[in-house]
Protein backbone atom coordinates (compact mmCIF):
# COMPACT_ATOMS: atom_id res chain seq x y z
CA UNK A 1 0.00 0.00 0.00
CA UNK A 2 3.38 2.24 0.50
CA UNK A 3 2.67 3.08 -3.53
CA UNK A 4 -0.59 4.44 -3.23
CA UNK A 5 -0.58 6.09 -0.07
CA UNK A 6 3.00 8.27 -0.18
CA UNK A 7 3.65 8.54 -3.24
CA UNK A 8 6.08 11.82 -2.18
CA UNK A 9 8.40 9.15 -1.21
CA UNK A 10 11.13 8.98 -3.22
CA UNK A 11 11.41 5.28 -5.53
CA UNK A 12 15.10 3.54 -6.09
CA UNK A 13 15.20 1.54 -8.95
CA UNK A 14 18.37 -0.76 -9.16
CA UNK A 15 19.75 -2.32 -12.00
CA UNK A 16 23.07 -4.73 -11.61
CA UNK A 17 26.12 -5.40 -13.52
CA UNK A 18 29.86 -5.06 -14.17
CA UNK A 19 30.74 -1.64 -15.14
CA UNK A 20 33.47 -1.43 -18.21
CA UNK A 21 33.04 -1.56 -21.71
CA UNK A 22 34.22 -5.28 -21.66
CA UNK A 23 31.19 -6.22 -19.97
CA UNK A 24 28.93 -4.07 -21.65
CA UNK A 25 26.79 -6.94 -23.53
CA UNK A 26 27.56 -9.85 -20.93
CA UNK A 27 24.83 -11.87 -19.95
CA UNK A 28 25.50 -10.71 -16.25
CA UNK A 29 24.32 -7.43 -17.18
CA UNK A 30 21.09 -7.44 -17.72
CA UNK A 31 20.05 -5.46 -15.13
CA UNK A 32 21.74 -2.39 -16.56
CA UNK A 33 19.92 -2.78 -19.98
CA UNK A 34 16.94 -2.51 -18.59
CA UNK A 35 17.75 0.45 -16.65
CA UNK A 36 18.86 1.89 -20.10
CA UNK A 37 15.20 1.15 -21.33
CA UNK A 38 13.72 2.66 -18.38
CA UNK A 39 15.87 5.93 -18.51
CA UNK A 40 15.29 6.17 -22.12
CA UNK A 41 11.39 5.71 -21.66
CA UNK A 42 12.18 8.86 -18.95
CA UNK A 43 14.24 10.55 -21.75
CA UNK A 44 16.72 10.70 -18.61
CA UNK A 45 20.44 9.76 -19.01
CA UNK A 46 23.36 8.85 -16.39
CA UNK A 47 25.51 11.36 -16.01
CA UNK A 48 25.95 11.81 -12.33
CA UNK A 49 28.73 9.13 -10.07
CA UNK A 50 27.17 9.01 -6.50
CA UNK A 51 27.69 6.91 -4.17
CA UNK A 52 29.39 4.32 -6.03
CA UNK A 53 26.69 4.14 -8.86
CA UNK A 54 25.73 5.84 -11.77
CA UNK A 55 22.43 7.95 -10.94
CA UNK A 56 19.65 9.27 -12.38
CA UNK A 57 16.55 10.71 -11.29
CA UNK A 58 13.03 11.21 -13.26
CA UNK A 59 9.19 12.30 -12.15
CA UNK A 60 6.94 9.65 -13.55
CA UNK A 61 2.67 10.54 -13.31
CA UNK A 62 4.11 12.63 -10.03
CA UNK A 63 6.56 10.22 -8.30
CA UNK A 64 10.18 11.07 -7.89
CA UNK A 65 12.78 7.74 -9.10
CA UNK A 66 15.98 7.57 -8.34
CA UNK A 67 17.68 5.14 -10.97
CA UNK A 68 20.60 3.89 -10.46
CA UNK A 69 23.46 1.01 -12.00
CA UNK A 70 25.76 0.08 -9.20
CA UNK A 71 29.37 0.69 -10.48
CA UNK A 72 31.32 -1.21 -7.89
CA UNK A 73 30.94 -4.73 -9.35
CA UNK A 74 28.62 -7.21 -9.39
CA UNK A 75 29.42 -8.90 -5.92
CA UNK A 76 29.70 -5.70 -4.40
CA UNK A 77 26.01 -3.52 -5.23
CA UNK A 78 25.18 -3.82 -1.74
CA UNK A 79 27.39 -1.15 -1.08
CA UNK A 80 25.52 1.30 -3.49
CA UNK A 81 21.99 0.32 -2.88
CA UNK A 82 22.66 0.54 0.79
CA UNK A 83 24.32 4.07 0.41
CA UNK A 84 21.86 5.47 -1.47
CA UNK A 85 18.91 3.93 0.10
CA UNK A 86 19.98 5.53 3.44
CA UNK A 87 21.00 8.96 1.66
CA UNK A 88 17.50 9.93 -0.08
CA UNK A 89 15.22 7.95 2.76
CA UNK A 90 13.95 5.46 0.13
CA UNK A 91 11.75 3.08 2.37
CA UNK A 92 12.32 -0.63 1.33
CA UNK A 93 8.28 -0.88 0.08
CA UNK A 94 9.95 1.89 -2.55
CA UNK A 95 13.50 -0.45 -3.53
CA UNK A 96 13.12 -2.52 -6.67
CA UNK A 97 16.16 -4.48 -7.75
CA UNK A 98 16.47 -5.69 -11.65
CA UNK A 99 19.06 -8.15 -12.53
CA UNK A 100 20.30 -11.39 -14.48
CA UNK A 101 18.59 -15.08 -13.58
CA UNK A 102 19.91 -18.30 -15.77
CA UNK A 103 17.05 -20.29 -13.77
CA UNK A 104 14.38 -18.36 -16.07
CA UNK A 105 14.32 -19.05 -19.66
CA UNK A 106 15.44 -16.46 -22.21
CA UNK A 107 13.08 -13.18 -21.84
CA UNK A 108 10.53 -14.22 -19.39
CA UNK A 109 10.60 -11.76 -16.19
CA UNK A 110 9.62 -12.50 -12.41
CA UNK A 111 9.19 -9.87 -9.96
CA UNK A 112 8.41 -11.39 -6.30
CA UNK A 113 8.13 -9.28 -3.13
CA UNK A 114 11.37 -11.18 -1.64
CA UNK A 115 13.43 -14.23 -1.31
CA UNK A 116 16.72 -14.94 -1.45
CA UNK A 117 19.27 -14.49 -3.56
CA UNK A 118 19.47 -18.08 -5.63
CA UNK A 119 23.24 -18.06 -6.20
CA UNK A 120 23.51 -14.23 -7.44
CA UNK A 121 26.09 -12.34 -6.00
CA UNK A 122 24.96 -8.81 -6.94
CA UNK A 123 21.50 -10.22 -4.13
CA UNK A 124 23.15 -11.42 -1.95
CA UNK A 125 25.72 -8.39 -1.40
CA UNK A 126 22.30 -6.54 -1.66
CA UNK A 127 20.31 -8.49 1.13
CA UNK A 128 23.42 -8.81 3.33
CA UNK A 129 23.97 -4.83 3.48
CA UNK A 130 20.79 -4.17 4.14
CA UNK A 131 20.31 -7.24 6.24
CA UNK A 132 16.80 -8.14 4.81
CA UNK A 133 15.30 -9.59 1.64
CA UNK A 134 12.00 -8.23 2.26
CA UNK A 135 12.44 -6.10 -1.23
CA UNK A 136 11.12 -6.50 -4.48
CA UNK A 137 12.85 -7.54 -7.14
CA UNK A 138 12.67 -8.25 -11.27
CA UNK A 139 14.46 -11.52 -12.41
CA UNK A 140 15.22 -10.75 -16.53
CA UNK A 141 15.52 -14.73 -17.90
CA UNK A 142 18.56 -14.96 -19.36
CA UNK A 143 18.70 -18.95 -20.01
CA UNK A 144 20.72 -21.76 -18.94
CA UNK A 145 24.45 -22.22 -19.64
CA UNK A 146 24.94 -24.99 -22.94
CA UNK A 147 26.68 -28.41 -22.28
CA UNK A 148 28.58 -28.41 -18.69
CA UNK A 149 29.59 -24.39 -18.93
CA UNK A 150 29.84 -23.09 -15.57
CA UNK A 151 26.74 -20.31 -14.91
CA UNK A 152 29.64 -18.43 -13.89
CA UNK A 153 31.66 -18.48 -17.30
CA UNK A 154 28.04 -18.04 -18.79
CA UNK A 155 26.82 -14.78 -17.10
CA UNK A 156 30.28 -12.97 -18.28
CA UNK A 157 29.58 -14.18 -22.12
CA UNK A 158 28.24 -11.49 -24.38
CA UNK A 159 24.41 -11.91 -25.77
CA UNK A 160 24.34 -13.48 -29.14
CA UNK A 161 22.83 -11.24 -31.86
CA UNK A 162 19.78 -13.47 -31.65
CA UNK A 163 19.72 -13.14 -28.16
CA UNK A 164 19.72 -9.83 -28.12
CA UNK A 165 16.28 -9.42 -30.77
CA UNK A 166 14.64 -11.90 -29.07
CA UNK A 167 16.05 -9.37 -25.20
CA UNK A 168 14.94 -6.36 -26.47
CA UNK A 169 11.02 -7.09 -25.98
CA UNK A 170 11.44 -8.16 -22.62
CA UNK A 171 13.55 -5.23 -21.65
CA UNK A 172 10.29 -2.88 -22.75
CA UNK A 173 8.69 -5.51 -20.90
CA UNK A 174 10.55 -5.10 -17.78
CA UNK A 175 10.38 -0.89 -17.97
CA UNK A 176 6.56 -1.19 -18.09
CA UNK A 177 6.50 -3.56 -14.98
CA UNK A 178 8.42 -1.28 -13.12
CA UNK A 179 6.29 1.30 -14.02
CA UNK A 180 3.22 -0.28 -12.93
CA UNK A 181 5.02 -1.23 -9.95
CA UNK A 182 5.35 2.33 -8.68
CA UNK A 183 1.73 3.69 -9.69
CA UNK A 184 -0.27 0.87 -8.70
CA UNK A 185 1.74 -1.67 -6.46
CA UNK A 186 3.81 -4.59 -6.90
CA UNK A 187 0.64 -6.73 -6.92
CA UNK A 188 -0.33 -5.48 -10.07
CA UNK A 189 2.74 -5.63 -11.56
CA UNK A 190 2.94 -9.17 -10.68
CA UNK A 191 -0.47 -9.81 -12.12
CA UNK A 192 0.40 -8.03 -15.37
CA UNK A 193 3.74 -9.10 -16.16
CA UNK A 194 5.13 -11.96 -14.32
CA UNK A 195 5.91 -14.86 -16.93
CA UNK A 196 5.99 -14.17 -20.73
CA UNK A 197 6.59 -16.25 -23.54
CA UNK A 198 9.85 -17.94 -23.81
CA UNK A 199 11.76 -17.05 -26.78
Sequence with gaps: MQNQLEPNLPYLIAGLGNPGREYRFNRHNAGFALLDCLAERLKVSFTRLESKALVTKAEYQ????????????????????GALLRYYKVPLENLLVAYDDVDLPLGMLRLRP?????????????????????????RIGIGRPPGRMAASDYVLQDFTSGEVKALLPALERGADAVLTFIVDGLVSAMNQYNGGAEV
Design 62 to 81: GRRLILAKPQTYMNLSGQAV
Design 114 to 138: DGGSAGQKGMLSIIERLGTNQFARL
